[in-house]
Every structure is written in structure tokens, then in C-alpha cells.
């Protein structure tokens, strides 16, 4: 009997000795550290040292300090902020399934949008992204018309052919100094691009970027943004949202949701109006739309323009930047630290040469205004930060434990700036950086990288086939070869990858490829002291993206051949929309 109990007993022990065994082991990341990170304080961690402005900046220091992979403790909450490509390829996207949730942003997401967020639908896939490009060339082009216009514009009073001798001359040096105030190139980017975005989705243009449906938008995103800056308290104490006190911050969120869902819902309605194909009609007719309600279908829409807007107007608008401050003056020489303007010059005349302008056909032939699309995306990264990931489960990385509920950012600004990516010049504008055997190319191997064929958008590499012997100019243009596998930045990783990548690079590609080939640009005289303004690259806004300061630019045309070709080819007021429309309907239509 006593051996029966003792038997017994032993196998009892046995058992429970299996179990604290397997869920040891099961658990066993419950005993790895956490990743690495500034030490913090009790019950507030790392909170106080929170950073009230260019967030970025302060992540990508602690980046040096401590690594790729950095963790914090904010009032309880897990944040870990990826500062390599590596890292956030392997966790982000290789591991989608464990980091594709958001995390819970009560003001911004439940107050301000009531949980209405975009459906991430495949509207432009890369095999359907050329469909668009007649409506992108065609709003590319009213861009240098209006640019040509606005930096031709007569002072006020000019031709009324009144006043003679100090008068006159008065005039004429009045006349001269508003000539060197410049053009807001800002604002002429925005409407192309916006009146992009409004055409496809919505099926109208924008001719003059003033249209009232334009500046509500302007200002909603400007609001949201200001909602996404945090911290804000309601997210760090979530129970606030339920309490009966009238809190500034509610009656705020509930005023621009009402703003939004008016201004989306009056856009859907006009496009489902309007004649021709459009985005709307086309979803309107999906699967995916019997599954929304209309406040859910109109904010999806909203959300698309909006974000096109955002990143692509801010990118160009960051290649002036760049242009002003590395481009080698104005083209025409060499000084500067890279002389890049004039190399793309040379290029273009070489390919497209001097009475026509540059077209998509072009692009297997200037892989360099690939080069440099993808250089502004990289020296300027819009979204400095990235876009908040929570983990569902815990998760262990190259032997650090990563909690669930943890809040991941992959710090674009950080990833940028890896020398062992990019190489040591990572402050500096290189576009060779990007070109296979490209002068100036970066050392490492882009691990990690968004590859050739995407960073580039669905054409990229040149043709192979051209037996035609090159020119000593071409080669230098990386003719004959495509972009080397870096990091893709700017559009995110994995599963949350933005959809409209393929459509802003060619957005880029064409504004860029024309802004080069019809214009030299300098800086333009200030209004406030009448000296010329020197444009500093790190003059930046700081918010949810970041923009460059205002400024005005000198745009002088590179010869009299370019008014010719603009004057025939770049008024589109009169242009068909809605057979053009038709025929990207038509297009998308013939595609599975």
C-alpha cells in the first residue's frame, strides 16, 4: 500500500515537474529583456522625457545610444521604435500578422472619425498605375503653364501706358523687384497634384487650387494633423472618453467630424453625378461597397484624396528644397555639393531633347529622374515617424521580448540616415546613390530594401534590347541599368504598406522630369527685406508630416524653346475630362 502511494506521489510530481517545464519554455520570452532604451522613472517611465518637438530627431539620437531597436515606457504603455530597415522589414513585414493592428487612438480615430477608417482596397495595383498617367501628363503640364504665367505676371498698373521720367522709372524698378519675389511653387504643385486626385476619384479638376471644396479640405487635414500630435490625455487614459465632464477635446473632435463626414459625403454625391468614369462610380459597383455604409464609403474616398494629397504635394515641394540647396546653382554649372540639376539636364536633352516634352515613354531612358524621385523620398521623409502598429501578441526578436499591446513605430527618419545603407553621406542629396554602378553609390547591401522594380514604380529598368550605341552623356544618366535594391521610404512596411505608392511616383516622376527640363530655379527676393533668400534645408514645420517653410522661387526658363513648347502644348483648360475619364475606365476595365 505504501509502495501504491508513493508511486502515486511520484508520478503526481512527475506531472506537475512536465508542466512548470512546458510552460516555462512555452513562456520562456517572458524571461528575455526588453530591448534596450533610456532608463525611466517609476509609474511614468519614460514620459518626462518625451520630446515636445521633432520627435524623429530625439528617437533617431537614442538610435545611436542604443541601437536599432529601442523600447520605451510611456505611463504604462510599451513603445518600440524601429530605427533600421532590417529591423523593421523583419518585424513589420515578414511578421505582418503579429503587427498589422492599429493601436487605439480615442481622440483622432473614435471622436474625430468614429471609428470610420480607410478600407485598404488595391485601387492602384502596379499593373493598373499606368492607366492614370494621360491625366497625370495633362495636369503636369497645366503646372508649367501656370508656373510660365505666374513668373511672367505683370505688376499691378504696368501697360496703362501713364507717367513719364521718375515716375516711369519708379514703375520699371517696382516692376523689377515684384519679378524677383518669385512664384509660390507651393501652391501651383498642390493644385496639380490635388486636381489629380479630385479628377480620378471624384471626376472634376481643380483649375485654380482656390475652390472652396479644396480649402476645406486644406484646413480638415490640418486639423486631424494637429489631432494626431500628441500626447493627447484621452489616449493615455482612455476612460476620460466616458466620463460626463464637457472636455474641450470632445466637443473639438465632434465639430471636425461633422466637417469631414459634410465635405465627404457632398464629394461622393457629386461624383456619383458627374459624367464619366471616376474612382467613386467604379467602387460604387465593387463588393466592398455593399459591405459599408455610405458615412464609411464617402470617408474611405476622403481619406484616399487626402493622403495623395499630403505626401505627393510635400515630397515635390521638398525637391525644390533639395534643388535650391544641392542642385549646383541653376543648373547651368557645376558648384554645389552635387551638381545633380545639371546632370538631369543633360539627360533630358540627350533623351527627350528640346521641342517636345518629357512623357512617360521616356522613362526606361532616365532611370537618374528615378534616381532622384527616390532621393527626395529618402533625404526628406515626409512621414517622419511612420504610422503606429500594436502588436497582437508578444514577440521575441534577436533575443529581446517585445510585449503585446506594444505600440511599434518604424522611424523613417532613422532608416534614411543608416550609413551602413546609404553610406556616410546621408545628409547630403545623391541621387547616384540609387543607380546600379552608379558614381557615388552607398555602401551595404539593402537588406530589407523595397527593391529595384518598386521603388522605381512598374518601369523602371531600361531596355535591355536598344542596340544603339550609347553616349558617354547616357551612361553617366544610369542609361542601360535600373535602381539598386535599397530600402523603399516614404510608404510604409508590410500588410500597412500605403496602396498608393505606385501612383506617387509617377506623379513625381512626370513633375519633376518637366520641372527640369523647361526651368532654371534661384531663390527668390524676400518681401520683407528685399534680399535674396537663402533657402535652409532644414527649415521645416513640425506636426504630423513635415513641410518645408514657405518660400518663393524664381522659375526662369532654359531657353526660348521652352515658352514655345508650353504655349502649344501646356493649356488644358479646354480638355476633354470626361473622355479622358472614359478611356481610364476603359482601361481598368480590360484588366482582371
Known amino acids: 500500500?505504501?509502495?501504491?502511494?508513493?508511486?502515486?506521489?511520484?508520478?503526481?510530481?512527475?506531472?506537475?515537474?512536465?508542466?512548470?517545464?512546458?510552460?516555462?519554455?512555452?513562456?520562456?520570452?517572458?524571461?528575455?529583456?526588453?530591448?534596450?532604451?533610456?532608463?525611466?522613472?517609476?509609474?511614468?517611465?519614460?514620459?518626462?522625457?518625451?520630446?515636445?518637438?521633432?520627435?524623429?530627431?530625439?528617437?533617431?539620437?537614442?538610435?545611436?545610444?542604443y541601437g536599432p531597436v529601442v523600447y520605451l515606457n510611456m505611463l504604462g504603455q510599451p513603445l518600440v521604435i524601429l530605427n533600421s530597415a532590417k529591423a523593421a522589414q523583419d518585424l513589420l513585414a515578414r511578421r505582418g500578422a503579429i503587427y498589422s493592428d492599429r493601436p487605439r487612438l480615442v481622440l483622432a480615430g473614435e471622436l474625430a472619425l468614429k471609428g470610420l477608417h480607410l478600407l485598404l482596397m488595391p485601387y492602384d495595383a502596379q499593373y493598373k498605375a499606368s492607366s492614370y498617367r494621360p491625366l497625370l501628363?495633362?495636369?503636369?503640364?497645366?503646372?508649367?503653364?501656370?508656373?510660365?504665367?505666374e513668373s511672367k505676371k505683370s505688376p499691378q498698373g504696368q501697360g496703362q501706358g501713364q507717367g513719364q521720367g521718375q515716375e516711369q522709372q519708379a514703375r520699371s524698378q517696382q516692376q523689377q523687384q515684384q519679378q524677383q519675389q518669385g512664384v509660390n511653387h507651393h501652391h501651383q504643385?498642390?493644385?496639380?497634384?490635388?486636381?489629380?486626385?479630385?479628377?480620378?476619384?471624384?471626376?472634376?479638376?481643380?483649375?485654380?487650387?482656390?475652390?472652396?471644396?479644396?480649402?476645406?479640405?486644406?484646413?480638415?487635414?490640418?486639423?486631424?494633423?494637429?489631432?494626431?500630435?500628441?500626447?493627447n490625455l484621452v489616449d493615455l487614459v482612455p476612460c476620460l472618453q466616458g466620463l460626463p465632464f464637457p472636455w474641450p477635446w470632445k466637443a473639438r473632435a465632434e465639430r471636425h467630424f461633422r466637417e469631414q463626414r459634410d465635405l465627404h459625403l457632398a464629394n461622393l454625391h457629386r461624383a456619383l453625378d458627374n459624367s464619366g468614369w471616376n474612382f467613386a462610380k467604379e467602387m460604387a459597383a465593387s463588393a466592398e461597397r455593399g459591405q459599408m455604409g455610405e458615412e464609411e464609403f464617402a470617408f474611405d474616398l476622403g481619406i484616399l484624396a487626402d493622403a495623395a494629397l499630403e505626401t505627393t504635394v510635400i515630397s515635390a515641394s521638398w525637391f525644390?528644397?533639395?534643388?535650391?540647396?544641392?542642385?549646383?546653382?541653376?543648373?547651368?554649372?557645376?558648384?554645389?555639393?552635387?551638381?545633380?540639376?545639371?546632370?538631369?539636364?543633360?539627360?533630358?536633352?540627350?533623351?527627350v531633347g528640346r521641342d517636345r516634352l518629357p512623357d512617360f515613354d521616356d522613362r526606361p531612358r532616365l532611370p537618374y529622374i528615378d534616381a532622384i524621385?527616390?532621393?527626395?523620398?529618402?533625404?526628406?521623409?515626409?512621414g517622419t515617424t511612420g504610422v503606429p502598429h500594436l502588436t497582437k501578441v508578444e514577440d521575441r526578436y534577436e533575443g529581446r521580448r517585445i510585449p503585446a499591446g506594444s505600440i511599434v513605430f518604424a522611424n523613417q527618419w532613422a532608416i534614411a540616415r543608416d550609413v551602413e545603407v546609404f553610406g556616410e553621406d546621408v545628409d547630403d542629396f545623391v541621387p547616384e546613390r540609387w543607380l546600379v554602378d552608379g558614381a557615388g553609390a552607398a555602401?551595404?547591401?539593402?537588406?530589407?530594401?523595397?527593391?529595384?522594380?518598386?521603388?522605381?514604380?512598374?518601369?523602371?529598368?531600361?531596355?535591355?534590347?536598344?542596340?544603339?550605341e550609347k553616349s558617354s552623356n547616357s551612361e553617366d544618366c544610369g542609361a542601360g541599368s535600373g535602381?539598386?535594391?535599397?530600402?523603399?521610404?516614404?510608404?510604409?512596411?508590410?500588410?500597412r504598406a500605403c496602396t498608393g505608392r505606385y501612383v506617387a511616383r509617377s506623379v513625381l516622376w512626370i513633375q519633376i522630369a518637366m520641372l527640369l527640363w523647361a526651368f532654371d530655379l534661384e531663390g527668390a527676393v524676400s518681401r520683407e527685406t528685399g534680399e535674396k533668400v537663402e533657402v535652409d534645408p532644414m527649415a521645416m514645420t513640425d506636426s504630423?508630416?513635415?513641410?518645408?517653410?514657405?518660400?518663393?522661387?524664381?522659375?526662369?526658363?532654359?531657353?526660348?524653346?521652352?515658352?514655345?513648347?508650353?504655349?502649344?502644348?501646356?493649356d488644358t483648360l479646354d480638355v476633354d475630362l470626361v473622355d479622358l475619364l472614359d478611356k481610364i475606365g476603359d482601361y481598368r476595365a480590360s484588366r482582371p
Request: proline share 6%; glycine share 12%.
Open 1 to 65: 500500500m505504501v509502495s501504491q502511494i508513493y508511486l502515486v506521489l511520484i508520478s503526481l510530481a512527475a506531472i506537475l515537474l512536465v508542466h512548470r517545464s512546458l510552460r516555462y519554455f512555452s513562456n520562456r520570452s517572458n524571461h528575455l529583456p526588453l530591448p534596450p532604451g533610456p532608463p525611466g522613472l517609476p509609474l511614468i517611465g519614460n514620459l518626462h522625457q518625451a520630446p515636445k518637438s521633432r520627435v524623429w530627431a530625439q528617437w533617431h539620437a537614442w538610435a545611436k545610444e
Open 137 to 149: 501628363h495633362l495636369e503636369s503640364r497645366q503646372l508649367l503653364s501656370n508656373i510660365l504665367k
Open 189 to 231: 504643385l498642390e493644385r496639380a497634384t490635388a486636381s489629380t486626385t479630385y479628377a480620378l476619384i471624384y471626376g472634376y479638376r481643380l483649375l485654380t487650387g482656390h475652390e472652396p471644396e479644396h480649402a476645406r479640405a486644406h484646413e480638415i487635414q490640418k486639423q486631424f494633423a494637429a489631432m494626431m500630435v500628441g500626447p
Open 320 to 351: 525644390v528644397v533639395a534643388w535650391l540647396a544641392h542642385g549646383g546653382g541653376t543648373g547651368t554649372g557645376t558648384t554645389g555639393t552635387t551638381g545633380f540639376v545639371a546632370k538631369a539636364q543633360r539627360c533630358l536633352d540627350d533623351v
Open 373 to 382: 524621385v527616390e532621393e527626395v523620398l529618402r533625404w526628406r521623409p515626409i
Open 443 to 468: 555602401a551595404g547591401d539593402g537588406t530589407g530594401g523595397g527593391g529595384g522594380g518598386e521603388n522605381g514604380g512598374d518601369d523602371v529598368t531600361t531596355d535591355g534590347g536598344d542596340k544603339e
Open 483 to 495: 535602381l539598386r535594391d535599397l530600402p523603399s521610404i516614404g510608404f510604409g512596411f508590410g500588410r
Open 544 to 570: 504630423l508630416v513635415i513641410r518645408p517653410v514657405p518660400f518663393d522661387v524664381l522659375f526662369k526658363a532654359r531657353g526660348p524653346w521652352v515658352e514655345e513648347v508650353i504655349q502649344k502644348q501646356c
